[in-house]
Every structure is written in C-alpha cells, then in structure tokens.
C-alpha cells in the first residue's frame, strides 16, 4: 500500500520553465491538496479538489494550475516559474465519513523545487 | 494574527526528558491534527483528536476544546524524536476538508 505518491521527488528549473509535479493516491480518497512549504511558514494551501473532475483555490494559487482527470491523480503545474516558487511542495489526500467529516491525511514524500 | 499558534518554536531537550509542545487556535474545528517531519522527510499523522486525549507508545496528545488549546507530550525523549512537529486544525464546518496548520516546533533531542 504506496499511500500518496510525489514525483518528481527533487528538481531545478529555469526562470521561466514550466513543469507538472505528479501526485498520486491508492487510498480511493475523494479529497486531493495541495500545499507549499517555507521557511518560518506553516503549510499554506495551493489549489484543492473534492472530487475527481473538480478543483478549487486555496489560499496561494496565483502562478499554479491543478488538474483531477482521475479520482487517484491530481497534477500541479507550473506554466512559467518565478523563483519565489522555490519550495516544498506537499500533496495530501483524505475521506470524507457519512457525518461530513475529513478523516484519513495522508502525506507525499515532499517535492523540493528551486528555480533559479 | 495566526489562527493556528504553536510554542515553543525551537526546543532543545536532553534524552530522557519529558517533553511538551503546546497549540491554540483561535478558529471553530471539528479535529485538530498533530504531524511530524523528519529533517529532510515527509509529513505523518501522529495524532487526530476531537476531544480528551490520546496515547501512542511514548506519545500522548490531549485537546481542550473550551480553552482551544492542544498539547503534545513526550515521555522519556529519544534522539529519533527531533523533527519538526507541527499542528493542524480542521475547521469545523469547511467544505474542503482543509487543514489549517502550525508554522511547527522544531524538537532537537541530545543524547
């Protein structure tokens, strides 16, 4: 049981470059995040979705697009990247129970992006 | 004002030590989440609490839900205990499921 799968796990990108960070889940969770971490900052969320087909904005989504084609997957992409993008991306997934409530975070590996 | 505040931000404890980190929010949850992070590493849920308090091994999370206040407890601290250990809320009612977190305490054991 892989649990939530990031690639790539490290990578380095020029100004200007695009690229698609890759998350991908076994646990058949409807609910999908993504989030960045700084330094001196606690993890701030991107874009989300609540279901295969959908996604919404987070707190930080300017210079990032998400795609959830299927319910396991859901992409984060990058079209032309700023070296403030230099972070730590996270990617999580959770259920959601009959009573409404999210159970079940389970966190990627991490993928570190610099760009310089 | 951050709605997630943890304390200390940086802990330096001798092994064998007991050990506490505390967390107090200031929205309306529903959980409250308690994960660590190895230098490096990824992120795992330790503890998912909604009232009362927990126990895993040599880890103990208890909530106040009047107070708003969480702590987490470490008896007899190891050195594979340091890493950043980092508070969650859930919001009460949030229709994403998302969780608001901690800027963490980074927990540095000596031998």
């Known amino acids: 049981n892989a649990g939530v799968t990031q690639t790539p796990k490290f990578r380095v990108l020029k100004t200007g470059q695009s690229m698609t960070l890759l998350c991908a889940q076994d646990?058949?969770?409807?609910?999908m995040y993504w989030y960045r971490q700084d330094p001196g900052m606690g993890l701030r969320l991107i874009h989300y979705s609540v279901g295969e087909g959908t996604t919404a904005k987070g707190e930080v989504p300017d210079g990032y697009n998400v795609s959830r084609l299927k319910k396991q997957n859901f992409l984060l992409g990058l079209e032309s990247a700023a070296p403030s993008q230099t972070s730590v991306y996270f990617c999580?997934?959770?259920?959601?129970?009959?009573?409404?409530?999210?159970?079940?975070?389970?966190f990627g590996s991490g993928t570190r992006l610099t760009v310089v | 004002k951050n709605e997630v505040e943890q304390s200390p931000q940086n802990l330096t404890a001798q092994e064998g030590e007991f050990i506490t980190i505390n967390c107090s929010y200031s929205v309306g949850i529903s959980a409250l989440h308690w994960l660590q992070q190895h230098p490096g590493g990824g992120i795992v849920s330790l503890f998912m609490?909604?009232?009362g308090k927990k126990k895993h091994g040599r880890l103990i999370a208890t909530i106040n839900i009047q107070e708003k206040h969480s702590s987490l407890h470490i008896t007899a601290s190891h050195p594979r205990d340091s890493a950043v250990y980092i508070c969650a809320a859930l919001n009460y009612g949030g229709s994403q499921g998302n969780l608001i977190f901690g800027k963490g305490t980074k927990l540095s054991v000596k031998p």
């Open positions: 646990m058949n969770h409807e609910y």
């Open positions: 609490l909604s009232s």
């Open positions: 999580a997934s959770s259920y959601r129970n009959p009573r409404r409530q999210n159970y079940g975070y389970t």
